[in-house]
T-cell receptor
């Protein structure tokens, strides 16, 4: 069974540009989470989808970040416009609805904003 | 003050040693406690999951939670070079909801 996949693995953009990160969860997992780790800091929660609905978006830093999960399958996280402080590793995780403690993380997308 | 404190290390031990990793936290509302292992360029992988206070053992790994002291530990017996990784503690207030992570401890097991 394929794990959580994320694309791209690494993205380098200029400040002010737009970047879209994609996450494909494990098939059948209703829960999808985004986390990020910025340089020197802990991994921090961004938001949680249950199917296509946003269950908790309390960790989204500001309105430059937009997450979507159309159809309850893959999710995208768009940063527009990107700022220097957005650099870090963005992780996606998924879990089955009835085993929400079992979060499977993807390898992450490393975002560098110059 | 951070909600979860974890010494980033690195912690270097010889093969076969017993490793002790720990975290402290400030929010007494945390009920669920986890340890994740993360290899370089990979995502975190769940190792241990504990609800409330107590001990849990799985093979060479033992997790302990002391809610009265707001202190959690992970012990690794007979450590192997393959255990070399970053170990992250994480906790949540509600089942399956958002995790609050520690900074992670880098462990190196030398053969």
């Amino acid at each position: 069974e394929a794990g959580v996949t994320q694309f791209p693995s690494h993205s380098v953009i200029e400040k002010g540009q737009t970047v879209t990160l994609r996450c494909d969860p494990i098939s059948g997992h209703d829960n999808l989470y985004w986390y990020r780790r910025v340089m020197g800091k802990e991994i921090k929660f961004l938001l949680h989808f249950v199917k296509e609905s946003k269950q908790d978006e309390s960790g989204m830093p500001n309105n430059r970040f937009l997450a979507e999960r159309t159809g309850g399958t893959y999710s995208t996280l768009k940063v527009q416009p990107a700022e220097l402080e957005d650099s870090g590793v963005y992780f996606c995780a998924s879990s089955p609805y009835f085993m929400r403690r079992s979060k499977f993380f993807g390898p992450g997308t490393r975002l560098t904003v110059l | 003050q951070k909600e979860v404190e974890q010494d980033p290390g690195p912690l270097s031990v010889p093969e076969g040693a017993i490793v002790s990793l720990n975290c402290t936290y400030s929010n007494s509302a945390f009920q669920y406690f986890m340890w994740y292992r993360q290899y370089s360029r990979k995502g975190p992988e769940l190792l241990m999951y504990t609800y409330s206070s107590g001990n849990k053992e799985d093979g060479r790994f033992t997790a302990q939670v002391d809610k009265s002291s707001k202190y959690i530990s992970l012990f690794i017996r007979d450590s192997q070079p393959s255990d070399s990784a970053t170990y992250l503690c994480a906790m949540s207030m509600e089942y399956g909801n958002k995790l609050v992570f520690g900074a992670g401890t880098i462990l190196r097991v030398k053969s």
